[in-house]
Nanobody, 124 residues
Framework: QVQLEESGGGLVQTGASLRLSCAAS????????MGWFRQAPGEEREFVVA????????SYADSVKGRFTISRSKAENTVYLQMNNLKPEDTAIYYC?????????????????WGRGTLVTVSS
């Protein structure tokens, strides 16, 4: 089992920045991909971004390209999501996820482990 714990959510104004963290613990397989999904009120959960185990391959949803940046620290078993120029439509619960590859995570949402989520609220 792998446990994922998110942190860093909060209430900010439009245009502000936030940095989310996701710490992994348990039976970690360091070669797996990690990423973020989000779920806005009344909406389905959607893919946001993923990163492979080396950190060299990333995939972003079009809605966050140029504003969000994902990175990971293998030494700390932690993934980070730097979110800049936040918009009200970014308001959602953000979930950390782990899957076999970036491709499987993005294409099918085939996630093996989920965090409990952290709330990001962007006021206009």
């Amino acid at each position: 089992q792998v446990q994922l714990e998110e942190s860093g959510g909060g209430l900010v104004q439009t245009g502000a920045s936030l940095r989310l963290s996701c710490a992994a613990s348990g039976r970690i397989v360091s070669t797996r991909a990690m990423g973020w999904f989000r779920q806005a009120p009344g909406e389905e959960r959607e893919f946001v971004v993923a990163i492979n185990w080396t950190g060299r391959t990333t995939s972003y949803a079009d809605s966050v390209k140029g504003r969000f940046t994902i990175s990971r620290s293998k030494a700390e078993n932690t993934v980070y999501l730097q979110m800049n120029n936040l918009k009200p439509e970014d308001t959602a619960i953000y979930y950390c996820a782990e899957a076999e590859t970036v491709g499987t995570m993005r294409a099918s949402g085939d996630v093996d482990y989920w965090g409990r989520g952290t709330l990001v609220t962007v006021s206009s």
